[in-house]
T-cell receptor, first 112, second 114 residues
Framework: KNEVEQSPQNLTAQEGEFITINCSYS?????LHWLQQHPGGGIVSLFM???GKKKHGRLIATINIQEKHSSLHITASHPRDSAVYIC??????????????FGKGTKLSVIP | IAGITQAPTSQILAAGRRMTLRCTQD?????MYWYRQDLGLGLRLIHY???????GKGEVPDGYSVSRANTDDFPLTLASAVPSQTSVYFC?????????????FGPGTRLTVL
């Protein structure tokens, strides 16, 4: 079983809609990352969360540590938001370092 | 160089050949990582390095080796490529290996093993 589950796998929205992407995980974590992968393949980090909520422009990320759940929200969606959004949790490895374990991603398409 | 770069951008390779994927960062980051991304499986960690001179195995290390002779470079070598190693490979780096550090990703190398 994948330790990180994202939903939905695919999402199509009309421009201007409010979008929510969910991430659930099954183990205790140190932190959680949201990443964006553009259609050309490049990956950029959007947020790193260990508690509460963060906002950057039209993007909002929340995390509930007790419920092992995080959400990424996009307000007033735009076609340029079309991308794959990836949730990754930070697990402590046996060697004492911290490594990312990734969800499979949510493919978002925003239609004009 | 600005950020993290990978070479080559793409490569087609015959099975059994040796191949080294290059990764260089100019951010003086201590930690570096190699991931592979396969359809339906997401990103998986191959090898990592917390600091120059040290390396460790990730989730899928078999068939791959790495070295970290200096801070900037983290090459990934396939000693004898097999078709199952066809994938997109991403190198990443972070300031340290701590839990709160953002990872910066290279543009990826698309590798096809025939």
């Amino acid at each position: 079983k994948n330790e990180v589950e994202q939903s939905p796998q695919n999402l199509t929205a009309q421009e201007g809609e409010f979008i929510t992407i969910n991430c659930s995980y099954s183990v205790g974590i140190s932190a959680l990352h949201w990443l964006q992968q553009h259609p050309g393949g490049g990956i950029v980090s959007l947020f790193m969360l260990s508690s509460g909520k963060k906002k950057h422009g039209r993007l909002i990320a929340t995390i509930n540590i007790q419920e092992k759940h995080s959400s990424l929200h996009i307000t007033a969606s735009h076609p340029r938001d079309s991308a794959v959004y990836i949730c990754a949790v930070v697990l402590r490895s046996g060697a004492g370092s911290y490594q990312l374990t990734f969800g499979k991603g949510t493919k978002l398409s925003v239609i004009p | 160089i600005a950020g993290i770069t990978q070479a080559p951008t793409s490569q087609i390779l015959a099975a059994g050949r040796r191949m080294t994927l290059r990764c260089t960062q100019d951010m003086r980051h201590n930690a570096m990582y190699w991931y592979r991304q396969d359809l339906g499986l997401g990103l998986r960690l191959i090898h990592y390095s917390n600091t120059a001179g040290t390396t460790g195995k990730g989730e899928v290390p078999d068939g791959y080796s790495v070295s970290r002779a200096n801070t900037d470079d983290f090459p990934l070598t396939l000693a004898s490529a097999v078709p199952s190693q066809t994938s997109v490979y991403f190198c990443a780096s972070s300031r340290t290996s701590g839990s709160s550090n953002e990872q910066f990703f290279g543009p990826g190398t698309r590798l096809t093993v025939l």
